[in-house]
């Protein structure tokens, strides 16, 4: 007699007499070989015993249930392991990478002078500076420096202009466009605390002051020769254009309202020599660009006293100039020569100005093999800077 349609209730397979494990008081299942409920064992053991027993399957029983499970969670712990060995094995090579991909939120230059007032310079300007004099007066080694030329003239002047002595001002950055035509200077001066602006205006009397977006505005005339503007553009922020011809009240449009993030809007090879070359303890720097050749070093190849040095500084085209105060103050430059046999020259030339008494005094060019990107040469010297300064006047 056949068994009527039952099927496994684990994995629904369908079940016979013949087709079910019986001689027990619960019978198995033949696919998953799990054992059935006595209420399913009862129906198949009341059917007729006439009809032979298929033969046994001849394919391995599936594992149960607990089996399966043992096999994953052993898979996945050996997993977990071969990640942790891994996740160890490989940290710093991925440290090393950390930075790669990491978002700046602030440009590479952390120069304070630099960081918040190069963002007033003109976009246009190819030639910048930035003098933190707060830094410069608190080493007696740099607070020289304010007093030799060429910063000798700088104090002076500005007092003439705004009233203000160097104790006043906390920071100055100036930016110029040089290239075929005269060259325009923008000032930006920080002051340690607000100022007075009809003080400050007062300082170019008999000049009138008038109104520029709302804030104090004078012309002035500059001797022997040329104008000047200044503008009192916040309570802490004063603005100086200085030219040798003229100057007009839309030279002050280019001067934002409120400053750029760092280097932003400068010439892209001026930013990268900024970012990569310009140590953040700079208190004192100078940078410059020039898609050609400037025609100064032209210039002085046909004046009457020859200084073979500076004519090769003049024709670089990209170089960054930086004074580090402390006790020994610390002179960094570097210059890109673009060329392997212009680097060799000014390499030996910079060395042949090593001066008695340098705490230290180190030149490097670039590799034999480097490209023409990687064509720069670098310089660092420590010591009284003074004294070196008046061997070059020499």
């Known amino acids: ?22 001689g027990t008081e619960r019978a198995t299942c033949p696919r998953c070989g799990e054992r059935l409920p006595v209420a399913l064992s009862a129906q198949l053991s009341s059917a007729s015993p006439s009809v032979p027993e298929p033969a046994a399957p001849t394919t391995a029983q599936a594992p149960g249930k607990r089996k399966t499970l043992a096999v994953i969670l052993a898979i996945m712990g050996a997993m977990a392991a071969l990640a942790t060995v891994f996740a160890f094995v490989t940290r710093d090579f991925r440290r090393q990478n950390d930075y790669r991909t990491q978002k700046k939120t602030k440009p590479d230059l952390v120069t304070p002078a630099a960081e918040s007032l190069l963002g007033f310079l003109p976009a246009r300007s190819n030639v910048v500076a930035a ?44 930016g110029a466009e040089i290239k075929s035509k005269l060259p325009q200077l923008t000032v930006i001066l920080q002051t340690r605390q607000p100022y ?31 104008e000047g503007l200044l503008w009192c553009h916040s309570d802490r922020i004063l603005v100086l254009v200085l030219a040798l011809d003229g100057v007009t009240i839309d030279d002050l449009e280019a001067v934002p309202s409120r400053p750029r993030p760092g280097s932003e809007g400068l010439a892209a090879p001026l930013r990268s020599a900024l970012a990569e070359r310009l140590p953040a303890n700079s208190a004192l720097w100078l940078a410059a660009h020039f898609d050609e050749s400037p ?3 032209d210039l ?46 000014l390499q030996l030339l910079l060395e042949a100005r090593r001066w008695d008494g340098a705490a230290s005094y180190k030149v490097a060019g670039p590799p034999p093999d480097a490209d023409v990107q990687d064509q720069w040469v670098s310089l660092q010297a420590r010591g009284d800077l003074l004294r070196w300064l008046e061997q070059w006047s020499k």
């Open 295 to 297: 025609a100064a070093g």
């Open 300 to 345: 002085l190849a046909f004046s009457a006293n020859k200084h073979e040095l500076l004519e090769s500084l003049l024709r670089m085209r990209t170089w960054v100039v930086s004074v580090q105060p402390q006790e020994n103050p610390t002179l960094t430059a570097h210059f890109f020569t673009g060329a392997a046999k212009a680097s060799e020259r």
């Open 196 to 226: 007075v602006p009809g003080r400050v205006t007062a300082a170019l009397a008999p000049a009138q002051a008038t109104n520029h977006r709302q804030k104090p505005l004078v012309r002035f005339s500059i001797q022997p020769a040329g």
């Open 131 to 174: 003098l933190q004099m707060s830094e410069l007066l608190k080493q007696p080694a740099t607070r020289t420096l304010l007093d030799e030329p060429p910063l000798g003239a700088l104090a002076p002047s500005l007092t003439r202009w705004t009233g203000l002595t160097v104790a006043d001002i906390d920071q100055i950055a100036a």
């Open 1 to 22: 007699m056949v068994v009527p349609e039952l099927t496994c209730p684990y994995c629904n397979a369908p079940l016979t007499d013949g087709g079910a494990v019986a």
